[in-house]
């Protein structure tokens, strides 16, 4: 549960933007994010978006392995990681529910739940449907003179489908969309009555291609992956003039499997991943420090672009706005490094590294993980390991069942 005091003389948007300065402490996991909200931060600029948890790993396999999964051999979970590789899975049909207590090194209630499951039409074809749930815990609610008045309990969910197919042996595409509803006020009554639920739809867009090769005496499996997802119309909390963008995110991919002998495989796997929305620009201030506004009401502009603009102009934009130039641009893309052992494809064990820049965020962790599968069977678990002591995400475990079946089943 979280204690939080709400202060009745606020209005409804200074509430959402309590609500968001936490949630982007706490999803991004970096205290940096608070000064994108109550200051001007000019060597810091960490990109926030809402609905941000559309962007957290669900599964434990993949976040034992450092969050490296756009290329690594299909499963259930490829909705999430590329939905070009489904129509690769082997099995005709599967489901999987993955259970994540989020932050619970400092919140007692906060979860994160992930269910998806896929269905082979054919050989070359594939569907599958996904649900993501974020339950933010418990909220108390108190007046100005520290009494209380309620709780509240934020949740997030999104709900979609998704379409893969082969265009060759080596080839496959896949498309996804999703409906997202976000409620984070709970509509509070004695706060005013124009805050509402967020709600929008968002697509996906990825491409995988494969190939077995021949290294020595040993077959070898080389695998590159790339896709777009949550393409979306903003989201809103109060009207049409007070809109976030949706987590649009790049992820470029590759991994390589080869197998030692009949029972020893392992997998080695590299991905990118890139927010594809505005930079926060450098605002000029005045000699107290307050931001200068111009005749229009907006706040100007001393280095950087504009981030209120299209979604489309946002996402491709996002490649070229940021105030420190190419450095800068360079300095926003994630990093993930991963490694998976199994033997005689029942028991696997998982490593990996995450990294994003200090001035962007400043995760940086190691994982570990553990898989088992037995016939239709499977089970994983993945475990975060911060680089820095007290860190938000210290201790947090991932839970993951699978269920795969064959028609003959």
Do not use: C
């Not at 893969?164 to 709970?186: A, M, P, Y």
């Not at 499997?257 to 929305?277: E, P």
């Amino acid at each position: 549960m979280i204690n939080f005091a709400f202060f009745k003389h606020l209005n409804m948007r200074g509430i959402y933007q309590l609500i968001i300065i936490i949630l982007a402490i706490l999803a991004g996991s970096s205290s940096k994010s608070y000064g994108q909200f109550v200051g001007q931060d000019t060597t810091s600029r960490v990109i926030t978006t809402a609905v941000g948890f559309l962007t957290i790993t669900p599964d434990a396999r993949v976040a034992g392995m450092g969050e490296a999964g756009a290329a690594i051999s299909p499963d259930v979970n490829a909705i999430f990681w590329n939905a070009g590789k489904l129509a690769f899975v082997e099995q005709e049909y599967g489901f999987s529910l993955s259970y994540t207590p989020w932050l619970s090194k400092i919140v007692d209630d906060m979860s994160i739940s992930y269910l998806s499951g896929y269905y082979k039409l054919s050989d070359d074809q594939a569907v599958g449907l996904e649900l993501r749930y974020f339950d933010l815990g418990d909220i108390d609610l108190f007046n100005i003179i520290g009494d209380p008045t309620g709780s509240v309990r934020p949740r997030e969910w999104a709900i979609g489908g998704t379409y893969s197919r082969k265009l060759s042996e080596n080839l496959g595409i896949g498309v996804s969309l999703r409906f997202i509803h976000s409620n984070l006020t709970q509509n509070i009554a004695s706060l005013g009555n124009d805050n509402k639920p967020g709600t929008s739809v968002a697509g996906d867009i990825a491409v995988y291609y494969q190939k077995d090769i021949e290294v020595g005496a040993t077959t070898s499996n080389l695998a590159f992956a790339g896709s777009i997802t949550n393409i979306g119309g903003k989201i809103s909390y109060l009207n049409d003039e007070t809109k976030d963008f949706l987590p649009t995110n790049l992820k470029l991919g590759t991994a390589f499997k080869t197998n030692f002998d009949a029972y020893n495989t392992i997998t080695l796997a590299l991905d990118f991943n890139k927010l594809m929305v505005p930079t926060p620009p450098i605002y000029e201030t005045d000699e107290n420090g307050q931001i200068v506004i111009d005749s229009n009401g907006d706040p100007v502009i001393l280095d950087g672009k504009d981030p209120n603009r299209g979604v489309i102009s946002g996402m491709f934009g996002s490649f070229a706005d940021a105030p420190g130039g190419f450095s800068e641009e360079m300095q926003e893309f994630m990093i993930s490094f991963g490694a998976e052992y199994w033997y005689n494809q029942i028991f696997a064990a998982r490593a990996g590294y995450f990294y994003e820049h200090e001035n962007k965020g400043d995760r940086k962790y190691f994982t570990v993980g553990l898989g088992f599968r037995y016939q239709v069977f499977g089970i994983d678990f993945a475990y975060l390991i911060p680089t820095t002591q007290e860190h938000p995400l210290a201790e947090t475990l991932r839970f993951s069942l699978l269920f795969n079946f064959d028609k003959s089943n």
